[in-house]
């Protein structure tokens, strides 16, 4: 490699890992903002099921409290025609006393007059009376029971009268605390159903922020994806150079060996001449002689250590080498079933989702998972379409 062109691959070299670095502190910072992101949002989907929980019971109560003020109004319908009708028979026994009252000339109430006459009868047992008061009083009581005997074919109409009002007073007592129920369970289920519109308003608010909040996740994610992409970009670019560095490397040690095993044997042709001129040897020309001997003591053990392995290759049985390919050739295809299984198990991944935004989510998540596995796969492939070229 040209020094001038070495120098320009290191520089590219420092300004790839410089963007490297840069990309990996980004791609950080937005993997935290995304699961940041991410957090806010099922937070406020959090808030979103709890509030629909809310209304289901808002919901539910309200319709319980609907079908009772039905149910009490029917009630009330058919004790309002019970009093209706008693209503109609008091009415029509009073029409009937009338009639009775103008035939017979009576012009009193009977019940009315028996209680006087009890009344008058009470006062003279429990009071001291002059002679005189007495007799009168006598004489009154004699008078109102005539008019009472004249009367009596009107007491069992008055009877009846006073036995239906009693009715209606007990019918209408129950209608009224009917009714009180029915104004109470309405005005519950009133409330009930204003909470129902506050939860829906808030509900519907907090389906925008969702939305939102989904929006900035989603964009932090292709945002994640597209950094992620250059980062491997920069990476390839780099193992690119690499791998050129090291094959320049590799070829500027070999020359370099070289050279120095030239200017060895030089130097030994030197030293072989001096030796054969019996000339006297300095401590430098020591020192190359004592190199010369490492150097080509080296070469022949290296040489020697070839043929050894080579002669070894020969003798070993050529369904052993088979033998340990195809154990590392199932090696591989056991690992390439361990993916597909994983791949197999991504499948269901988006099904464990409670929402549409979250199963979009997973299936980036599957998606991304799949990459990787799909990555190792053709890694793997790799490796065994370069293990069948070595059994050929």
């Known amino acids: 490699m040209v020094e001038g062109d070495k120098k320009e691959v290191l ?20 993997d935290e903002k995304k699961e940041v992101a991410f957090e806010k949002k099922q937070a406020v989907s959090k808030d ?7 209304l289901k019971n808002l919901k539910r ?17 058919e004790l309002n025609s019970k009093i209706t009708e008693k209503i109609k028979e008091v009415k029509k026994l009073n029409d009937n006393k009338e009639d009775v009252m103008k035939k017979n000339n009576i012009k009193i109430n009977p019940i009315k007059l028996m209680e006087e006459i009890e009344s008058l009868e009470f006062k003279m047992e429990t009071e ?6 007495e007799k009168a009083i006598m004489k009154q009581i004699h008078g109102m029971k005539k008019e009472l005997k004249g009367a009596e074919k009107l007491s069992d109409m008055w009877s009846d009268v006073r036995k239906i009002s009693d009715e209606i007073n007990v ?12 104004q109470e369970k309405a005005k519950l289920s009133q409330q009930k159903h204003e909470a129902m519109i506050e939860c829906s308003k808030e509900i519907d608010e907090l389906k925008e922020k969702e939305k939102e909040e989904f929006k900035a996740f989603s964009d932090l994610k292709d945002e994640f994806f597209k950094v992620n992409n250059q980062l491997k970009e920069k990476l390839v670019k780099m193992n690119n150079i690499s791998d050129k560095i090291t094959k320049y490397k590799t070829i500027a040690k070999q020359e370099k060996k070289k050279k120095e095993h030239q200017s060895l044997k030089d130097m030994k042709e030197e030293l072989d001449e001096k030796i054969k001129k019996r000339k006297k040897l300095t401590t430098e020309d020591l020192l190359v002689f004592q190199r010369t001997f490492d150097m080509e003591s080296s070469e ?6 070839k043929k050894e392995k080579k002669q070894e290759e020969k003798k070993e049985p050529e369904k052993k080498k088979k033998s340990a390919v ?9 690992e390439e079933k361990e993916l597909l299984e994983a791949e197999k198990g991504l499948e269901h991944l988006p099904e464990q989702a409670e929402t549409p935004e979250d199963k979009e ?5 599957k998606e991304e998972e799949e990459i990787v596995l799909e990555n190792e796969r053709m890694d793997k492939d790799k490796e065994l379409d370069e293990l069948e070229k070595k059994e050929e």
Do not use: P, Y
Not at 48 to 54: D, F, T
Not at 128 to 133: A, K, W
């Open 11 to 30: 520089k590219e070299i420092s300004l790839i890992r410089k963007e490297i670095n840069e990309l990996r502190v980004k791609l950080n910072e937005l």
């Open 48 to 54: 979103v099921s709890k509030i629909l929980n809310s």
């Open 61 to 77: 109560e309200r319709n319980q409290l609907t079908r009772d003020v039905k149910t009490l109004k029917v009630k009330r319908t």
């Open 128 to 133: 001291v009376l002059s002679f005189g008061r």
């Open 171 to 182: 019918l209408k007592k129950e209608a009224n605390l009917i009714h009180g129920s029915i």
């Open 300 to 305: 022949t053990e290296k040489t020697k250590d």
């Open 326 to 334: 195809e154990e590392k050739k199932e090696e591989i295809i056991e």
């Open 361 to 365: 989510v997973l299936e980036d998540i």
